[in-house]
């Protein structure tokens, strides 16, 4: 009999729609159920993808007696993360200040008025490894608040008041200059792995919004160090394990510190920042392998993440059923073996791809297995070769079980798509990834974008063309605010600029406090424990920075103060963490950049459909003079027209031609792509 979660959207409650668990989402209905039958709050927080929730919820979740129990002595809260980061971002702060760690899932259990006071991530069916097993941790809980009720308040109290201390206070940190972005530079330099690329040691993350500081620090001082390290660790991760050498794209990260052996989930976000930087560092360097890796990111994304609706789904799952024992594993989808390897392409071939992806018999991951690698090119006289075994181990891996995909459309992240997608295109010259990231924006405006009321808000989530009920939060206004003023410079159409606007126009006047510090959740959200602040990068841009970023573009392209002001107050937290934490505030640092630099606001006028036009315009997108931005369109306008940057911009000699300001000073209009390269900083692969 199916539970309460059968008539969710998201694909992780879904998947415990059949659970004997009574689970219950997210709702002030869970918590009046608690408060009338005296009971606390069991909160488990997942995502469809990782890997320990699904052993936990086969091991306990679905285990009749464990299930019996919880149902007599709890009310069960279940979350999807993904849907809402603000009620797991309050509850993952608590669970890390108690224990010093966090992660997924996360097991949390709170009074009836959402106060938690007992918290854990995975726990198993038995004790083992120092830690109990569920069943010990539920007895003891439900012990605790029989015997002494007191003691659970006064530390459910205890710990609110411990979260409501730890505001931040960020308003008046000043904007960071050289001297912090340098310091960071040298932070991140300490940090660096010089043998294998990236930083720390195991498990190693792709630093994505790292590398994107790297690749602007260079652009702006010419620093090679920067660039050495983007450049290094981008070619470590190409050739490791974590990229898929078959199907392109990237897994969550590498659980070793040489890229070898990935967790074998893909989330959008990852491919998303990392198609964009690979494709940043073709622009800044010509690197065949930067330009190959950029390419079959954003064709893995087409092909395997789109929607039928046109948006991007959140991931692909890291376990998939292995056709021999017929379980759910992990990897089985992806690893080889050198007989397998044979089987598919014939002993000369197969010995021949061994060699290349570095298949060995002993293995590299699990019961011999391998994870395909490229530890460097096959010669050039066998590119056609390579390209051929590649192909057919392609075909016979697409006969194997899939991964399961969660077909979540997330918003942030899509804007992260649409951004990534629509630079690619221009870049490689691949109009169909324009029209891809064309159709993604559309989705979000034409399902995620509520006018309700006059003002225009964005759900979190979409799924199988039906909105979700849960709004959205910080990173969702500006990577999507981020996505569409991409879409705009590369295509010339004005409205994704307008409506970039519209979205900033809200984190103005629902997120922002009055000393300029950003929320993660709007002044009308749902009341928390803890109002969500947090402007460190995880996996992708913290919502703050991210909204920065844009707040920051968009004052470019329309000179608006307003605007201006907000980004660099925002950008007070980069002044106080950027020389500290560098790693954990990589996006901030590369906004950072761009304020420096200006950023640099570029006016491209012409005929539509005049080949000079498209020169001049490909030049500009190529620009390396970080985050600068790009209008494109007719001239005439005396306003501008869509583009404020276009107005009063007029022809040269009836041709073409450019116009480049920064800081408040324009240099002469060109008609010469080679002199607007200069003007932009640009390197013209």
């Known amino acids: ?283 800044a360097t010509g690197s065949d392998l930067a330009r190959r890796v950029a390419l079959e990111t954003a064709d893995f994304m087409v092909r395997e993440l789109r929607t039928a609706q046109g948006g991007f789904a959140s991931a692909l799952d890291a376990d998939s059923e292995d056709p021999l024992t017929g379980e759910h594993v992990e990897g089985a989808y992806y690893a080889w073996t050198p007989a397998q390897l044979r089987e598919v392409l014939g002993e000369t071939d197969g010995d021949l791809a061994a060699g290349w992806f570095g298949v060995t018999e002993e293995g590299t991951f699990e019961h011999g297995t391998s994870v395909l690698r490229l530890p460097q090119d096959g010669p050039v006289a066998e590119a056609g070769k390579f390209a051929e075994v590649r192909a057919r181990l392609l075909a016979a891996r697409d006969r194997r079980p899939a991964p399961g995909r969660d077909d979540k459309v997330v918003a942030a992240w899509n804007g992260l798509a649409v951004a990534a997608l629509a630079e690619c295109g221009a870049y490689f010259e691949r109009p169909d990834l324009v029209e891809r990231a064309t159709e993604a924006a559309d989705l979000l405006v034409r399902l995620h974008f509520d006018a309700t009321g006059g003002r225009v808000r964005l759900a979190r989530t979409s799924k199988d063309g039906r909105a979700g009920a849960n709004a959205g939060v910080l990173e969702d206004y500006g990577d999507v605010a981020e996505g569409f003023l991409a879409l705009a410079a590369v295509t010339g159409e004005g409205v994704w600029l307008e409506f970039a606007g519209f979205l900033l126009d809200l984190v103005l006047d629902r997120f922002t406090a009055e000393d300029g510090t950003l929320y993660d959740t709007a002044h009308d959200a749902e009341k928390l424990i803890r109002r969500p602040q947090d402007p460190t990068d995880t996996a992708a841009p913290s919502g703050w920075t991210a909204a920065a970023g844009a707040l920051l573009s968009y004052a470019a392209h329309t000179g608006s103060e307003a605007h201006r002001t907000a980004a660099e107050r925002a950008l007070g937290v980069v002044h106080a963490l950027g020389p500290r934490v560098p790693r954990f505030i990589g996006h901030g640092l590369a906004v950072a950049e761009a304020l420096l630099d200006g950023p640099r606001e570029v006016a491209v006028v012409g005929r539509p459909g005049d080949p000079a036009l498209a020169a001049l315009h490909r030049t500009a997108l190529l620009g390396t003079a970080p985050g600068a931005v790009v209008a494109v369109g007719p001239p005439g306008a005396a306003d501008g027209g869509e583009f404020p940057l276009l107005a009063g911009r007029t022809l040269a000699e009836d041709r073409p031609a450019a116009y480049v300001c920064r800081h408040f000073v324009c240099a002469r209009p060109t008609t010469d792509p080679a002199e607007l390269a200069e003007q932009v900083g640009a390197v013209r692969p």
């Not at 726990?123 to 109990?132: A, D, Q, V």
């Not at 003691?151 to 912090?180: C, H, M, N, S, W």
């Not at 390290?229 to 040489?258: N, P």
């Open 1 to 283: 009999m199916p539970n309460r979660l059968a008539n969710e959207t998201s694909p992780y409650l879904l998947q415990h729609a059949d659970n004997p668990v009574d689970w219950w989402p997210w709702s002030p209905e869970a918590f009046a159920e608690a408060r009338e039958r005296g009971v606390p709050v069991l909160l488990s927080v997942g995502y469809s993808s990782c890997h320990w929730c699904h052993v936990m919820a086969h091991e306990s979740f679905e285990d009749e007696p464990a299930a019996a129990y919880m149902n007599e002595h709890f009310v069960n809260v279940k979350v999807d993360r993904e849907e809402r980061p603000d009620v797991d971002a309050v509850y993952m702060e608590a669970v890390q200040a108690a224990t010093g760690q966090g992660g997924w899932p996360m097991t949390v259990f709170l009074t009836a008025d959402a106060e938690p006071f007992y918290f854990g991530t995975y726990f198993p069916p038995e004790p083992r490894h120092g830690m109990p097993s569920f069943t010990q941790v539920l007895e003891g809980v439900r012990a605790a608040w029989v015997d002494r009720p007191e003691e659970v308040a006064e530390v459910a109290q205890k710990i609110v008041r411990d979260l409501a201390g730890r505001q931040l206070d960020y308003g008046k940190a000043g904007t960071p200059g050289p001297e912090e972005l340098a310091q960071a530079l040298l932070g991140l330099t300490r940090e660096y792995d010089a043998t294998h690329g990236g930083f720390g040691g195991a498990p190693k993350f792709p630093p994505s919004m790292v590398l994107e500081f790297l690749l602007r620090h260079h652009a702006r001082t010419g620093a090679e160090g920067a660039l050495q390290m983007a450049a290094d660790t981008c070619e470590a991760m190409a050739r490791g394990g974590i990229y898929d050498q078959l199907g392109g794209g990237f897994a969550r990260y590498s659980v070793d510190r040489e890229w070898v052996v990935p967790h074998f989930e893909k989330m959008l976000y990852d491919n998303a920042l990392l198609c964009r930087v690979y494709a940043h560092l073709w622009r």
